[in-house]
Structure formats: structure tokens, C-alpha cells
């Protein structure tokens, strides 16, 4: 599995999704690249984030750059 195809499916990992045959394969990618595992947290942090942007008894943390929250939420759009 390459890099990019480990992007491309990062959302139906995290939600539990994949197929029974692509899972182990996505493991092992991150098992063994250090750069997916580290935008494997990214993507995670950016989607609490944009869930909490979301929600509307929930305010935004004062540090996050307006640029940066509409980024999130543009994110959070494309893959939903």
C-alpha cells in the first residue's frame, strides 16, 4: 500500500469501515511510516476540532487561527 492510497481511505479506517482485507493492509503501511502515522493524528486532531466547530454549545479555542478553522471546516465538508 502506498501513502496515497492510505490517504485516500484514512476516513473508513477511522470509522471502522474498511474491508476485512484492506484494514490489515492499512495497519501495516502505518506500522512502518512514520509519516502516515503522523498525519493519521493530524487528520484526527482536525476532525475533533472541526466536530467541536460544529457544535453549537461548544466555543472555538481562542489560539486557532480563523484561516486554520475555516480550513477545518472546509475538510470536514469534503468528507462528509
Given at each position: ?46 476532525m ?31 468528507y462528509a
Open positions: 500500500m502506498t501513502c496515497r492510497e492510505l490517504s485516500a481511505l484514512l476516513a473508513d479506517y477511522l470509522a471502522g469501515e474498511l474491508p476485512s482485507d484492506v484494514e490489515p493492509r492499512c495497519k501495516a503501511h502505518l506500522a512502518r511510516c512514520e509519516s502516515c502515522l503522523a498525519y493519521l493524528h493530524g487528520y484526527r486532531v482536525a475533533r476540532l472541526a466536530r467541536q466547530a460544529h457544535r453549537r454549545d461548544a466555543g472555538r479555542p481562542d489560539e486557532l487561527p480563523e484561516a486554520l478553522l475555516q480550513r477545518i471546516l472546509e475538510s470536514a465538508r469534503a
